[in-house]
T-cell receptor
């Protein structure tokens, strides 16, 4: 049973639109949640971390967490072609020490 | 830049040969991790370390061993490589104390023929 689920995509949005990426997780004790961006052939790069319910904004990115629904999302406003990448959701379980990753959602922003 | 260096970056080897991948960090972080990344599976944890000589298994540890004899180096060894171990291997360090944020090295692409 997968612990962190993401739609593999591709999610295609026009330039300037809002891209919405979603992730669900199974461990109710999870405390820490992360979004990584990975360009093809490159290593994952941390975009956002979120630890409490609600929204967290950083520039064009907003992470949203709902622990009751075991759901975390990432919104990208004013999407740019340079945002085209695979976005990985990562969850740290209640026991700590290690992150479990989803398989990622591929985002394509078309000019 | 989290100061992580992986070596080698690319390696082609034959089935049955031993392979060691090295991860070197310059910032004295306690936690280090080895992941592998394969299409359709995402990033999967192989082994991790929480201090010198302190290591633990991840979800896909079979066929792999690790060692950490000093803080800055975390070695991943495939004692007898198999074609199923063809993958991209990423080392990561955990920074920021209890926050759990991982920062990744550039990856090592291993092909086992």
């Amino acid at each position: 049973q997968k612990e962190v689920e993401q739609n593999s995509g591709p999610l295609s949005v026009p330039e300037g639109a809002i891209a919405s990426l979603n992730c669900t997780y199974s461990d109710r004790g999870s405390q820490s949640f992360f979004w990584y961006r990975q360009y093809s052939g490159k290593s994952p790069e941390l975009i956002m971390s979120i630890y409490s319910n609600g929204d967290k904004e950083d520039g064009r990115f907003t992470a949203q967490l709902n622990k009751a629904s075991q759901y975390v999302s990432l919104l990208i406003r004013d999407s740019q072609p340079s945002d085209s990448a695979t976005y990985l959701c990562a969850v740290e379980g209640g026991s700590g020490d290690k992150l479990t990753f989803g398989t990622g959602t591929r985002l394509a922003v078309r000019p | 830049d989290a100061g992580i260096t992986q070596s080698p970056r690319h390696k082609v080897t034959e089935t049955g040969t031993p392979v060691t991948l090295r991860c070197h960090q310059t910032e004295n972080h306690r936690y280090m991790y080895w992941y592998r990344q394969d299409p359709g599976h995402g990033l999967r944890l192989i082994h991790y370390s929480y201090g010198v000589k302190d290591t633990d298994k991840g979800e896909v540890s079979d066929g792999y061993s690790v060692s950490r004899s000093k803080t800055e180096d975390f070695l991943l060894t495939l004692e007898s490589a198999t074609s199923s171990q063809t993958s991209v291997y990423f080392c990561a360090i955990r920074a920021g104390g209890e926050t759990g944020e991982l920062f990744f090295g550039e990856g090592s692409r291993l092909t086992v023929l």
